[in-house]
């Protein structure tokens, strides 16, 4: 195996690549398709750029965006040291890898990185470098010295932290009103942050029990064939999630459109919400009641339904059945576990 690294200047192709990347993330390229540059026989370009959109749209846009940043970091990587980028050798992705988490990134961030190279590849139609087992070694390595537990877990908030959020927030404004309604809708239904910021008004289904929210896409329904999460009414008015969403909707309207918007000069505006709007909001809701903030984020909401549901003495099939994990193993270790070991810790019986 030769693993020596090859100096060159990066070709306008990959200048090319990279700009595709940037907007559009990873598409499989004509070549990676056993295609030439010329359409065959009764088709044209647009049928063959139709094709190629097609197959890119089986990725995630979120991981369309990602893939392109860490390519793009990639490629900037081997400019600084004129180093072929595409295709890429196994040893200078071994450097790249090992440079990288010398920085200080987790070992999520690594096989991010690889996944992107990889993909990239592919579009090109070239030998994949992450495949090559020096590359293999070095994954396997680093996963050991940065392990691959998560650094970060969302704090999740409790029904106790909920009433002090809401107990702080003017929920005679607009503003306070459609932050009410996001908190005790999101924290309810288990939605995830993208999904609740996503939601529509059209995907909202009233019934006398409380209401159905209609999921039309989701990270486990990445074909959009739709999921229905049920949210039923509070047993006390302040924190009933559906009178806080008929309170909003007496602001908003019920025009057909976003269910939750941003706001311009504390007007509602017409930009659309976004998780990581949802997330900001969360934190600074959180330190105004007094909550320590610095853990909090979009996430904190359906963390803390599943957490709170547990503690409360819910089945776990009911709670999967709320969040949709695809996996029971993640609801158990990330929400079930921590619980239990709080629980049936010996420390609570050594008289300190």
């Known amino acids: 195996m030769n693993l020596a690294l090859v100096p060159t200047r990066v070709p306008t192709r990959v200048t090319d690549h990279v700009a595709t990347l940037a907007t559009a993330g990873p598409v499989p390229g004509r070549r990676s398709l056993g295609w030439s540059d010329i359409p065959p026989e009764g088709l044209t370009n647009q049928d063959l750029t139709r094709i190629t959109d097609a197959i890119a749209a089986g990725r995630a846009e979120s991981t369309r965006k990602t893939y392109a940043w860490q390519w793009g970091r990639f490629d900037r990587w081997c400019?600084?040291?004129?180093?072929?980028?595409?295709?890429?050798?196994?040893?200078?992705?071994?450097?790249?890898?090992?440079?990288?988490?010398?920085?200080?990134?987790?070992?999520?961030?690594?096989?991010?990185?690889?996944?992107?190279?990889?993909?990239?590849?592919?579009?090109?139609?070239?030998?994949?470098?992450?495949?090559?087992?020096?590359?293999?070694?070095?994954?396997?390595?680093?996963?050991?010295?940065?392990?691959?537990?998560?650094?970060?877990?969302?704090?999740?908030?409790?029904?106790?932290?909920?009433?002090?959020?809401?107990?702080?927030?003017?929920?005679?404004?607009?503003?306070?009103?459609?932050?009410?309604?996001?908190?005790?809708?999101?924290?309810?239904?288990?939605?995830?942050?993208?999904?609740?910021?996503?939601?529509?008004?059209?995907?909202?289904?009233?019934?006398?029990?409380?209401?159905?929210?209609?999921?039309?896409?989701?990270?486990?329904?990445?074909?959009?064939?739709?999921?229905?999460?049920?949210?039923?009414?509070?047993?006390?008015?302040?924190?009933?999630?559906?009178?806080?969403?008929?309170?909003?909707?007496?602001?908003?309207?019920?025009?057909?459109?976003?269910?939750?918007?941003?706001?311009?000069?504390?007007?509602?505006?017409?930009?659309?919400?976004?998780?990581?709007?949802?997330?900001?909001?969360?934190k600074q809701r959180a330190a105004a009641a007094g909550i320590p903030s610095e853990r909090v984020s979009g996430h904190s909401l359906r963390a803390g339904h599943a957490t709170t549901a547990a503690l409360a003495g819910v089945g776990l099939d009911r709670i999967a059945a709320q969040t949709r994990h695809s996996r029971i193993s993640t609801l158990v270790e990330h929400y079930i576990r921590p619980l239990e070991a709080m629980q049936v810790t010996s420390s609570r019986d050594l008289g300190l």
Request: glycine residues 10%; hydrophobic residues 40%; charged residues 25%.
């Open 79 to 282: 400019a600084g040291r004129g180093i072929t980028a595409m295709p890429a050798s196994p040893v200078a992705v071994c450097a790249y890898l090992t440079d990288f988490a010398a920085q200080g990134v987790a070992a999520g961030t690594i096989e991010c990185a690889c996944a992107a190279i990889a993909a990239a590849h592919e579009t090109d139609g070239e030998v994949n470098p992450i495949a090559d087992q020096s590359v293999k070694a070095v994954r396997r390595g680093l996963r050991r010295t940065l392990g691959t537990a998560p650094r970060r877990q969302s704090r999740p908030l409790s029904t106790d932290d909920i009433r002090r959020m809401l107990a702080n927030i003017d929920r005679t404004t607009a503003r306070g009103t459609r932050d009410a309604a996001l908190i005790l809708l999101g924290f309810a239904s288990a939605l995830r942050r993208s999904e609740l910021a996503g939601l529509e008004l059209a995907d909202i289904e009233p019934k006398p029990e409380g209401l159905l929210i209609h999921v039309r896409k989701s990270k486990t329904d990445p074909e959009a064939r739709g999921q229905l999460v049920a949210v039923a009414h509070g047993q006390h008015a302040e924190t009933d999630p559906v009178t806080a969403l008929d309170a909003w909707l007496a602001y908003r309207g019920t025009g057909p459109g976003q269910l939750f918007t941003g706001f311009h000069h504390d007007r509602i505006g017409s930009r659309p919400f976004t998780g990581s709007g949802l997330a900001r909001m969360l």
